[in-house]
């Protein structure tokens, strides 16, 4: 399995931009999809963003549309998620996922992944 790990969360203000990545290591990061997750306390894990191995497909949850960029190095094994305009409803915990989708699948489930990181805690104050 791949070890992801996620960086770059924080506190901001409301308005203000945050990219946080995940790096994945242990195996190749080919042709893996990938997803951000984030979760806020009393409620369920919820699909931000995904990213199929290639890059050539893309999903956003309807919140975050125009607000978050989703992209990927996979030169890097990194995945990125570019948070603009943020707004206080973002506060939460925001996972990594990655599940092996050679034929360009892009999931958006929590059940369709298998690999996991621990978290990044991302604060966005009012």
């Known amino acids: 399995q791949a070890q992801l790990v996620e960086s770059g969360g924080g506190l901001v203000q409301a308005g203000g931009s945050l990219r946080i990545l995940c790096a994945a290591s242990g195996r190749t990061f080919r042709g893996y999809a990938m997803g951000w997750f984030r979760q806020a306390p009393g409620l369920e894990r919820e699909c931000v963003a995904a990213?199929?191995?290639?890059?050539?497909?893309?999903y956003y949850i309807n919140s975050v549309k125009g607000r978050f960029t989703i992209s990927r190095d996979n030169a890097k094994n990194t995945v990125y998620l570019q948070m603009n305009s943020l707004k206080p409803e973002d506060t939460a915990v925001y996972y990594c996922?990655?599940?092996?989708?050679?034929?360009?699948?892009?999931?958006?489930?929590?059940?369709?992944?298998?690999?996991w990181g621990q978290g990044t805690q991302v604060t966005v104050s009012s």
């Open positions: 990213i199929n191995w290639s890059g050539g497909r893309t």
């Open positions: 996922a990655a599940d092996f989708r050679p034929n360009g699948e892009l999931p958006v489930v929590v059940g369709d992944y298998d690999n």
